[in-house]
């Protein structure tokens, strides 16, 4: 672990650390394992893609930007697999299975019925 890239610039204890990319800032947990003798992001991670609309195929890179507050900080960049994100909008939870909402009897016949 210590000769590793991580090993080289964080304590091998579980942690804070800031992500930070533009004037945004993120909050990630860094949880180590004794045992395995490694770590990796855990809390805080998700805000993080998020809110920069990560995609699968996109590459962060992990750049060490020193101490604040005692917390490591790392500087963020993303490479998109492709050159426009679509921010994700939240959907409204359903009654219905899987997320659906379960449409009644008269929704169905409002829809049915001619102007």
């Known amino acids: 672990m210590r000769g590793t890239w991580i ?10 650390v800031i992500l930070r990319m533009g004037k945004g800032e993120w909050i990630a947990r860094y949880s180590y394992n004794n045992i395995r003798n490694n770590g990796g992001l855990t809390g805080g991670w998700k805000h993080f893609s998020l809110d920069n609309n990560l995609e699968e195929g996109d590459a962060c890179v992990f750049k060490p930007a020193g101490q604040m507050n ?6 963020m960049s993303i490479f998109r697999v492709v050159p426009e994100t679509v ?17 009644t009897m008269k929704s169905i016949q409002t829809q049915l019925s001619p102007p």
């Open 87 to 103: 921010p994700l909008t939240p959907m409204s939870r359903g009654t219905g299975r899987r997320g659906r909402k379960q449409a």
């Open 7 to 16: 090993g080289k610039h964080i304590s091998p204890s579980s942690q804070d």
């Open 70 to 75: 005692n917390t490591f900080v790392i500087d």
